[in-house]
């Protein structure tokens, strides 16, 4: 035993004792094309200063391997506090569905609870499976059907988004419980948990991204810029849409956590917009480097619940968030762009009348604005970890370079991979 | 202790230590002053803190005590 | 003169934080060694339930390292946590300590010029498969084959029968100390040896304590302390004393214990077949049914109902759940004028409540009594103390009464029953013997040599005065002749 000594912990002695019970909402997406680029990924770059790390080949994954691992970790987020619970969605190409749990009016076959193991976890697991499977099977049929081209729709996280806002907004009241008292007309839902004090649930919402590219523009130019194929990189719902969601879970106090999965050799350049969504609701992003270890991965980073992140669990950095957005008229990201001084929305050229609130705006100050952006600056994406020092020892960072789009300035940036600060090792692969 | 009458001597008397607070202290002497002869309990007044009274009253002064207490306690009129 | 106020936050004499209600559980495990954690760590449910009883950050630390290959290193938990590089490593061991406790970490170790805790395999496997569902050792409870539906109690039965059955015990022993007449079924004769051997009830009748007529029993001060603890808390009184009991007939407890995690993961409504799930506690399964935890149809029949007494064994951090116990367990609102209103008709909630409440007017649902000087006192005569009057108003105060600011009992209420308290010690009274020098340095003598025998109650240097414990009246008095034959001769 230590003696107590003075030294003995104010630290350990401000941790929280207890934690409210804390709801997960995952959004996962599925589309086809994007699972099966992950399936057969490039090959990784040399990792210089670690030949452990760089012995590791580019690990596939495949939609079923990753479907297992986000079970099991979902399990882990049940074990680790009484009361716990997890919401699943399911996003493809143009639509998303609650996968689990399932609306008491769908009949979901009884299944005899196994001896060995937790019936809780296996109600979600087998749920998950055949949630998943049936999505998968629909979009089978789709193809067949006389929709082909409807598999080239982006994924339609924006509505999976939506929904869940709308799931979290149902179970966990806005009305405080004095005003309940004074209304007692005002309907509550009875299976909702109580809601007073501490038992106040904290809700977080987790987006698994699957698919490469940070664009949300339409028009083919744009996918050419990037690089990419003619099918990914789409946001159904579009930029707007996802900003509402955005800002309604920074409203509500939710946290949007992202995973995105196309390690940096299959995606250049990674979602921008879910780097915002993440940065603005203070939740973490973070990048998969393609080296296997993803269940590690996700216990570290994304279990700990939003209580405890900051203080007292470290996570990854934050800071490389490229903060463009996108024309409302031609859905063009931008680095430099007019505002409606009424409405703040966003064009990339000066325009007379506004499109969204119709205001209208002097012809003459059209050329001086023009002339006015020409001066200024778009403000570089700061990289994740300073570059790495060149003595020996601490200092190694890991690094991936990767060259952006030539077009834009200012666009090749460093992504980190681990955040193990100055130690700068990942986690060891199984 | 011995035939000696000397500054050696030494006295020698078995009873019962109390321990209170100086209030309590001064409703105790007040009890005994009220006694006579055989019923008094007090041997020796030592000091703000402390008497020493004979084994024998030590339950009776609880009583006794916890009575005076209660007479200058203010009970509320039971039928609010 | 200020007077000091209880609530003082500086100033609090032993008002601990309200433990947990596994506290009994808690000190029955720290006793335990590494043997006894490798039989439990067999059971993937214990490693849950234990997982879940640890506190947040290490919980989270635990879950963090479970998939790697190796030993935690200390310098990975720091940079997890955001400490210091240089934190002493004592400092680290007490992050980890609940951890170390229950042997799920093994201490400290120096390998490869890392210090690293190796974890224990048992309980990493345990886990492990209790997250993957590829255990092996049935630690979740069989389901019972069952070959027909009709027979099968709703939840509400269950839950009625759980509540019934455990009330029925304290209402028992409610009965025993007050002169209420309300009718109570005797519970079964296990349960009373329990209850006489766990020290909660007394044969008055019988002053050893080795020979007790259970059919006369009454209870005691620290029965009254059990009756205000909360459920939960009570809960895992009444299953350590059990497995305390087992103990003492040198029975193997480990799989016992076991057995009530194994309860604590099943599902309330479920059947569960008992010769499958707990081959080796069937006799243990069987008490426990008398106690309420869970039910049986007849007794020799091998299918058995978990009841809500214990699904709920390893459920949260002291918080109520969502079940309508919730809402009804929380029915007191006090007033500063030290009335109470209690929206409940429990019959054993109103008995607890008339062991240090006046009660006054009495409805249908609704209780109107008053917190009374008398009342209180004679409450704490049978040895109910303050704090325990305090934390039980405090658990069971209505929501409306978190609509006002804190704290939540008025520090009238609160100070008021310290001071009830502390009226009942006033004096002081220990048996003494009196020394009265008229020699100063038979005195310092005397007094140097009760001190170094620790038989000095108080001295009074003014007036020579010694008091010393009676047992020691021989010894000191031996001394005091010899010193005075010395001091007499002249040496």
Redesign the interface.
């Known amino acids: 035993m230590?003696?107590p000594?003075a030294?003995?912990?104010d630290?350990?002695k401000s941790?929280?004792?207890?934690?409210a019970p804390s709801i997960l909402l995952v959004i996962l997406d599925i589309h086809p094309l994007s699972w099966s680029l992950l399936a057969s990924p490039p090959p990784l770059p040399p990792y210089p200063g670690h030949p452990t790390v760089d012995r590791v080949e580019a690990s596939p994954l495949t939609l079923n391997e990753f479907a297992t691992i986000l079970m099991?970790f979902l399990?882990?987020h049940l074990?680790?506090?009484?009361?716990n619970e997890v919401v699943v969605y399911g996003a493809t190409a143009g639509r998303a569905r609650l996968i689990y749990p399932l609306p008491p009016s769908a009949e979901a076959g009884p299944s005899?609870?196994?001896?060995?193991?937790?019936?809780p976890?296996?109600l979600l697991?087998t749920r998950i499976e055949q949630g998943l499977r049936e999505l998968a099977a629909e979009e089978a049929a789709r193809l067949e059907g006389d929709s082909v081209n409807s598999v080239n729709e982006p994924t339609s996280i924006v509505s999976a988004l939506t929904k869940a806002l709308c799931f979290i907004n149902r179970i966990v009241p806005a009305v405080s419980?004095?005003a309940a008292?004074a209304d007692p007309t005002a309907s509550t839902d009875p299976a909702a948990?109580?809601v007073?004090?501490?038992?106040k649930p904290e809700t977080r919402i987790l987006v698994i991204n699957a698919t490469p590219g940070a664009s949300i523009s339409a028009t083919e130019q744009k996918e050419a810029n990037e690089g990419q194929k003619s099918q990914g990189g789409q946001m159904r719902g579009g930029y707007v849409g996802l900003m509402n969601c955005v800002f309604a879970a920074q409203k509500a106090k939710v946290p949007i956590d992202v995973l995105s999965l196309p390690p940096p050799t299959i995606d250049a350049s990674p979602p921008i917009f879910l780097q915002q969504a993440a940065h603005l609701t203070e939740g973490i992003y973070w990048q998969w480097n393609g080296r296997g270890g993803l269940?590690?991965y996700l216990?570290?980073i994304y279990?700990?619940p939003p209580s405890?992140r900051q203080?007292?669990?470290?996570v990854p950095p934050q800071d490389a968030v490229g903060f463009r957005a996108v024309c409302f008229c031609h859905h063009k990201t931008l680095d430099v762009g007019f505002v409606c001084s009424v409405c703040l929305s966003i064009f990339c050229e000066p325009r007379p009348v506004c499109l969204m609130c119709k205001t209208r705006f002097p012809i003459k100050s059209i050329p001086t604005l023009k002339k006015l952006a020409t001066y200024i600056e778009p403000i570089p994406v700061p990289d994740t970890i300073p570059p790495p020092v060149a003595s020996k020892g601490a200092g190694a960072k890991a690094q991936h370079a990767a060259d952006g789009d030539k077009r834009d300035k200012d666009r090749s940036r460093r992504e980190g991979n681990g955040y193990?600060?100055d130690?700068g090792e990942p986690?060891?692969v199984? | 202790?011995?035939a000696?009458g000397?500054?050696?001597?030494?006295?020698?008397?078995?009873?019962?230590?109390?321990?209170?607070?100086s209030a309590?202290k001064q409703i105790l002497l007040h009890l005994d002053s009220q006694r006579d002869g055989p019923r008094k309990f007090l041997?020796?007044d030592?000091?703000e803190t402390?008497v020493?009274i004979k084994?024998e009253f030590?339950e009776e002064?609880?009583e006794l005590?916890q009575d005076e207490?209660e007479k200058n306690?203010y009970?509320q009129d039971?039928n609010? | 003169m200020v007077q000091p106020s209880f609530s003082h936050p500086t100033k609090r004499e032993d008002a601990g934080p309200s433990t947990s209600p596994t506290a009994a559980l808690d000190a029955f495990l720290d006793n335990q060694h590494q043997s006894y954690y490798e039989e439990l760590y067999k059971s993937?449910?214990v490693c849950?339930c234990i997982?879940?009883s640890l506190?947040?950050?290490c919980?989270?630390i635990i879950?963090?390292i479970?998939?790697?290959?190796?030993p935690i290193r200390t310098?990975d938990v720091k940079?997890?946590?955001?400490?210091d590089l240089k934190t002493?490593l004592?400092?680290l061991?007490?992050?980890v300590r609940p951890a170390l406790n229950r042997k799920i970490l093994h201490p400290m170790i120096h390998k490869k010029a890392k210090m690293q805790w190796p974890m224990n395999d048992t309980f990493k496997r345990g886990l492990r498969?209790?997250?993957?569902?590829?255990?092996?050792?049935?630690?979740?409870?069989?389901?019972f084959e069952r070959d027909t539906e009709e027979g099968i109690p709703t939840q509400e039965e269950l839950v009625a029968y759980g509540e019934d059955t455990f009330e029925g015990i304290l209402k028992y022993m409610v009965s025993s100390g007050l002169e209420i007449g309300f009718p109570v079924a005797r519970p079964q004769e296990e349960v009373l040896q329990l209850l006489h051997a766990s020290g909660l009830m007394t044969d008055p009748s019988d002053p050893t304590g080795q020979n007790p007529n259970i059919n006369r029993l009454t209870i005691t001060s620290k029965g009254f302390q059990f009756l205000l603890e909360d459920r939960q808390t009570q809960l895992w009184e009444i299953l350590m004393y059990y497995l305390s009991a087992k103990e003492a007939n040198s029975e193997r407890s480990a799989v016992v214990l076991s057995m009530f995690f194994s309860l604590g993961?099943?599902?309330l409504g479920?059947d569960y077949s008992a010769s499958?799930?707990f081959p080796h506690a069937q006799a243990a399964l069987n008490d426990l049914a008398q106690y309420g935890f869970i039910y049986r149809s007849s007794e020799d029949t091998d299918q058995f109902f978990p009841t809500h007494l214990a699904t709920a064994l390893?459920?949260?951090?002291a918080?109520?759940?969502?079940s309508q116990d919730?809402d009804e367990k929380r029915f007191l609102i006090l007033e500063t004028n030290y009335k109470i209103y209690a929206y409940t008709s429990n019959e054993l909630e109103i008995a607890i409540l008339n062991l240090f409440v006046?009660i006054r007017i009495r409805y249908p649902n609704l209780v109107v009594g008053?917190l009374?000087?008398?009342n209180v006192k004679a409450a704490m005569e049978k040895g109910i103390s303050a704090h325990q009057i305090i934390s039980y108003l405090s658990s069971h105060a209505h929501?409306?009464m978190?609509?006002s600011p804190p704290p939540l009992l008025h520090p009238t209420i609160v100070d008021q029953l310290h001071l009830w308290d502390r009226?009942r010690n006033?004096?002081?009274?220990?048996?003494?013997?009196?020394?009265?020098?008229?020699?100063k340095e038979?005195f310092d003598d005397t007094e140097a040599e009760a001190r170094a025998n620790a038989a000095l109650?108080?001295s009074?240097p003014s007036?020579k005065?010694l008091?010393i414990e009676?047992h020691t009246?021989a010894a000191i008095?031996e001394f005091?002749?010899e010193r005075?034959a010395r001091?007499?001769s002249g040496i």
């Open positions: 230590a003696p000594t030294a003995v912990s630290v350990v941790y929280p004792k207890t934690t099991v399990n882990a074990a680790s506090r009484w009361g005899k609870p196994k001896p060995n193991s937790y019936r976890f296996q697991d419980p004095a008292l948990p109580g007073t004090g501490p038992d269940l590690q216990h570290a279990l700990p405890l203080h007292p669990f470290a193990h600060g130690r986690i060891e199984d | 202790m011995s000696y000397d500054t050696y001597n030494v006295q020698v008397k078995t009873g019962v230590l109390v321990t209170c607070d309590a041997v020796r030592i000091d402390h020493m084994r030590v002064i609880k005590l207490l306690t009970v039971p609010m | 993937e449910a849950l997982l879940r506190p947040p950050v919980r989270h879950l963090h479970l998939w790697s290959h190796q310098v940079l997890f946590l955001q400490m002493p004592p400092e061991d007490e992050v498969n209790a997250l993957t569902g590829l255990g092996t050792s049935n630690s979740f409870g069989v389901p993961c099943m599902q479920q499958a799930s390893c459920s949260g951090d918080t109520v759940t969502k919730a006046d008053k009374d000087r008398k929501p409306q978190y609509n009226e006033r004096l002081k009274a220990e048996d003494t013997v009196m020394f009265e020098f008229f020699s038979l109650q108080h009074i007036q005065l008091f009676p009246k008095t005091v002749k005075q001091l007499r």
